[in-house]
């Protein structure tokens, strides 16, 4: 994230290609998370997120060799192949982590992986800097080829059962039972549009489940304006070194953020539960709240405070959703995953845009306020709607 989009500005010398290049990685991740259900319906998880490292570490290699004249044109394939991999190992990963622990396990497991995305976010933010000033561009793609190789190979070692499709005793390939039951006899060609609307059906019937998706795009518009808001106000803060406020906040974010997954994997245990939906519904509307109070000039030490708490919330907001779409049946689960992905590229892509217009005439607290506030009273809809369906119908099926 660092050293790309520093490398994007020094190879054109142009801030707009870093948004032309952000905006194909987002559109690439867009379209990646409309095909992710079918292309998990036919091939395993291990699969799909084995090659989706491979081919990640195979464009940064590319990227690094690349002569100066096809610099560009290797920048391209980077942000498409980073874009979409990226969408389809994190659905693929997802999808599959209840027949990876067990259903049981989900919200610990969830929890565990935040937390160790949350660690590598840390060590890459602040060894960004430090790799890229010493030792230079390429030393930090290098890097980043290595880490998409080690998780090759670790993908490669797991025992990662699932996928849409199986190979049968004959070694031909066939569905898995529970979708051949439901498919019945002559749908074996059937196409994966039907696959699709079967997910969004499920969407439908699921109470409440929907809305949660929908939610989950209005909170990535709301992601959006910060990301875009942070530079503009570090350099506000201090215009001779931007880079510490930013560093230093999202340093502070994914620190509160594995604080509370320690928190929920000591409740998942004591309990067995997962937090569920009321939890992903009050934990936007404090993430939301804590962003907009880090544009509001408070002192650094309120500020590192409620960098802590934001990381908190989206931590809860994080575990919470993905246990609950674990939810659905293993033949929907994929779709459903990848319609969300879908959504949140959309809505942090369309966000980005709308954002960068506004910070030109508005201040960042005031472009932050509109776009989380929206996403506030978006949740407030969600809880009011999730307490109205345990209120008609307590049971199992509540969300």
Same mark, same amino acid.
């Given at each position: 994230?660092?050293?790309?989009?520093?490398? $994007?500005? +020094?190879?054109?010398?142009?801030? /707009?290609?870093?948004?032309?290049?952000?905006?194909?990685?987002?559109?690439?991740?867009?379209?990646?998370?409309?095909?992710?259900?079918?292309? /998990?319906?036919?091939?395993?998880?291990?699969?799909?997120?084995?090659?989706?490292?491979?081919?990640?570490?195979?464009?940064?290699?590319?990227?690094? /060799?690349?002569? #100066?004249? %096809?610099?560009?044109?290797?920048?391209?394939?980077?942000?498409?192949? $980073?874009?979409?991999?990226?969408? /389809?190992?994190?659905?693929?990963? @997802?999808? !599959?982590?209840? +027949?990876?622990?067990?259903?049981?396990?989900?919200? *610990?497991?969830? !929890?565990?992986?935040?937390?160790?995305?949350?660690?590598?976010?840390?060590?890459?933010?602040?060894?960004?800097?430090?790799?890229?000033?010493?030792?230079?561009?390429?030393?930090?793609? $290098?890097?980043?080829?290595?880490?998409?190789?080690?998780?090759?190979?670790?993908?490669?070692?797991?025992?990662?059962?699932?996928?849409? +499709?199986?190979?049968?005793?004959?070694?031909?390939?066939?569905?898995?039972? #529970?979708?051949?039951?439901?498919?019945?006899?002559? =749908?074996?060609?059937?196409?994966? @549009?039907?696959?699709?609307?079967?997910?969004?059906?499920?969407?439908?019937?699921?109470?409440? %489940?929907?809305?949660?998706?929908?939610? @989950?795009?209005? #909170?990535?518009?709301? !992601?959006?304006?910060?990301?875009?808001?942070?530079?503009?106000?570090?350099? +506000? %803060? #201090?215009?001779?070194?931007? =880079?510490?406020?930013?560093?230093?906040?999202?340093?502070? *974010?994914?620190?509160?953020?594995?604080?509370?997954?320690? %928190?929920?994997?000591?409740?998942?245990?004591?309990?067995?539960?997962?937090?569920?939906?009321?939890?992903?519904? *009050?934990?936007?509307?404090?993430?939301?709240?804590?962003?907009?109070?880090?544009?509001?000039?408070?002192?650094?030490?309120?500020?590192?405070?409620?960098?802590?708490?934001?990381?908190?919330?989206?931590?809860?907001?994080?575990?919470?959703?993905?246990?609950?779409?674990?939810?659905?049946? =293993?033949?929907? @689960?994929? &779709?459903?995953?990848?319609?969300?992905?879908?959504?949140?590229?959309?809505?942090?892509? =369309?966000?980005?845009?709308?954002?960068?217009?506004?910070?030109? &005439?508005?201040?960042?607290?005031?472009?932050?306020? *509109?776009? &989380?506030?929206?996403?506030?009273?978006?949740?407030?809809?969600?809880?009011?709607? $999730?307490?109205?369906?345990?209120?008609?119908?307590?049971?199992?099926?509540?969300?």
């Amino acid at each position: 994230m660092v050293a790309l989009n520093l490398f $994007v500005y +020094e190879t054109t010398g142009r801030a /707009l290609a870093m948004g032309l290049f952000m905006a194909v990685r987002l559109a690439s991740g867009f379209a990646a998370g409309l095909t992710a259900g079918g292309l /998990l319906a036919r091939f395993t998880a291990k699969s799909v997120m084995l090659w989706t490292n491979i081919a990640q570490a195979s464009v940064m290699l590319l990227l690094v /060799l690349a002569p #100066d004249g %096809l610099r560009t044109a290797a920048l391209v394939a980077v942000s498409v192949v $980073v874009g979409s991999c990226g969408t /389809l190992f994190m659905v693929s990963l @997802r999808s !599959s982590i209840p +027949e990876m622990v067990g259903e049981g396990r989900r919200s *610990w497991a969830n !929890s565990l992986s935040i937390t160790g995305r949350s660690l590598a976010m840390v060590a890459g933010f602040a060894s960004a800097g430090v790799v890229v000033s010493l030792v230079g561009y390429t030393a930090a793609f $290098v890097v980043d080829t290595a880490t998409f190789a080690v998780c090759a190979v670790t993908v490669a070692l797991l025992p990662i059962p699932g996928g849409g +499709e199986r190979r049968d005793g004959g070694g031909s390939r066939g569905r898995a039972p #529970d979708e051949a039951a439901a498919a019945g006899p002559g =749908a074996a060609g059937a196409p994966a @549009r039907r696959r699709g609307s079967a997910a969004l059906a499920a969407l439908a019937a699921a109470p409440g %489940l929907a809305l949660m998706v929908a939610l @989950r795009g209005v #909170d990535a518009l709301g !992601s959006s304006s910060h990301n875009a808001a942070l530079p503009v106000y570090s350099s +506000e %803060l #201090d215009d001779a070194r931007p =880079a510490v406020f930013v560093s230093a906040f999202w340093c502070l *974010w994914a620190l509160g953020n594995i604080v509370v997954q320690q %928190l929920i994997q000591r409740y998942a245990r004591r309990t067995g539960r997962s937090v569920g939906a009321l939890g992903f519904g *009050w934990g936007t509307c404090l993430m939301s709240a804590a962003f907009i109070l880090a544009f509001a000039g408070f002192p650094m030490v309120a500020t590192a405070a409620v960098a802590l708490v934001a990381g908190a919330a989206d931590g809860l907001t994080e575990v919470s959703y993905t246990s609950h779409l674990q939810t659905l049946p =293993a033949g929907l @689960r994929a &779709h459903a995953f990848g319609l969300s992905a879908t959504v949140e590229n959309l809505g942090f892509g =369309a966000g980005m845009i709308l954002v960068a217009a506004a910070l030109d &005439h508005y201040t960042p607290l005031t472009v932050v306020g *509109w776009s &989380h506030g929206a996403a506030i009273v978006f949740a407030a809809v969600f809880l009011i709607r $999730v307490a109205g369906l345990r209120t008609s119908s307590p049971g199992p099926t509540s969300p």
